[in-house]
């Protein structure tokens, strides 16, 4: 069974600072997405990464897969408070998506 | 492109009442649809898939026979809590994937409040 852990689950950070969220899967996906969640709202797809080693960049959000460490990581960069939401990784498992805890992030001046 | 609604995007409901979601693709197929929940501060929860003319299969722990689940055209499938109670009350999520790229669309979401 597809286990997906993220971690931290809350992130408070500094505007103009960085920081790495991670997400852990237990066995192989063919596809990882990140979400962004805004509070009372639904789903915003940001990224999908398909094969190892792929990386893909929007704005201050940067995503990455290692398919052999299982592990997929979103970095924010320079962080503003537009970008206070909740983040989750999900992956792909016989067509079903599996999700992790999600992580809050909060941008404070 | 690529649009996925929810009707309602909010109800409440008298306890012992039932109340039906839809959700709809709009500007493509998805012979495949998925029903999520999701408490307060929490993940988003699977809790059944819905496939275009058959029957819905369920995750382990979801009642059947209280949701409801319904698939009768490339675009819309429908969700109805029969009997909801209070603990019922969630945002329900779904989600349409186009039968053409695979990919899935989530909908906007709707919030049931059972009082």
């Known amino acids: 069974e597809l286990k997906v852990e993220q971690n931290p689950l809350f992130l408070s950070m500094q505007e103009g600072k960085n920081y790495t969220i991670y997400c852990n899967y237990s066995t192989t996906s063919d596809r990882l997405y990140w979400y962004r969640q805004d509070p009372g709202k639904s789903l915003e797809s940001l990224f999908v990464l398909l094969s190892n080693g792929a990386v893909k960049q929007e704005g201050r959000l940067m995503a990455s897969l290692d398919t052999k460490a299982r592990l997929s990581t979103l970095h924010i960069t320079a962080a503003v408070h537009d970008l206070s939401a909740t983040y989750f990784c999900a992956l792909n498992q016989g067509g079903k998506l599996i999700f992790g805890q999600g992580t809050e992030l909060s941008v404070k001046p | 492109g690529a649009v996925v609604s929810q009707h309602p995007s909010w109800v409440i409901c008298k306890s012992g009442t039932s109340v039906k979601i839809e959700c709809r693709s709009l500007?493509?197929?998805?012979?495949?649809m998925f029903w999520y929940r999701q408490f307060p501060k929490q993940s988003l929860m699977l809790m059944a898939t819905?496939?275009?003319?058959?029957?819905?299969?369920?995750e382990q722990g979801v009642e059947k026979d209280k949701f409801l689940i319904n698939h009768a055209s490339l675009t819309l499938s429908t969700l109805t809590v029969t009997s909801a109670h209070p603990e019922d009350s969630s945002f329900y999520i779904c989600?349409?994937?186009?039968?053409?790229?695979?990919?899935?669309?989530f909908g906007p979401g709707t919030r049931l409040t059972v009082t």
């Open positions: 819905s496939n275009e003319g058959s029957k819905a299969t369920y």
């Open positions: 989600s349409a994937r186009d039968r053409a790229t695979y990919e899935q669309y």
């Open positions: 500007d493509f197929q998805a012979t495949t």
